[in-house]
Nanobody
Framework: QVQLVESGGGLVQPGGSLRLSCAAS????????MNWYRQAPGKERELVAS????????NYKDSVKGRFTISRDNAKKMVILQMNSLKPEDTAVYYC?????????WGQGTQVTVSS
């Protein structure tokens, strides 16, 4: 059974940091590109960050470059999104996504709220 379980969301003040984790099971994690998406109320889901199957390549949405860092541990089957210098516009539900060929798996999401 494929599972992606996100954790680490919460309420943080502007300028603060959060570390999101995604624990994977039920598939060959090391073969998959891992992504973090987010969806704010009334907006479409958008890709925030991606990391290749080996971890050797990463990509970021322009608005989070220099503030967010994606990483993975294939031995532990986990992907991390370190979020620094958070802004109110980062408020959204963040989703972990695993993609390989036609396979596409989603987590249930974790809420991130940036507010004073």
């Amino acid at each position: 059974q494929v599972q992606l379980v996100e954790s680490g969301g919460g309420l943080v003040q502007p300028g603060g940091s959060l570390r999101l984790s995604c624990a994977a099971s039920g598939f060959i994690f090391s073969s998959y590109v891992m992504n973090w998406y987010r969806q704010a109320p009334g907006k479409e889901r958008e890709l925030v960050a991606s990391i290749s199957s080996t971890g050797g390549s990463t990509n970021y949405k322009d608005s989070v470059k220099g503030r967010f860092t994606i990483s993975r541990d294939n031995a532990k089957k986990m992907v991390i999104l370190q979020m620094n210098s958070l802004k109110p516009e980062d408020t959204a539900v963040y989703y972990c996504n695993a993609r390989f060929s036609s396979y596409n798996h989603w987590g249930q999401g974790t809420q991130v709220t940036v507010s004073s």
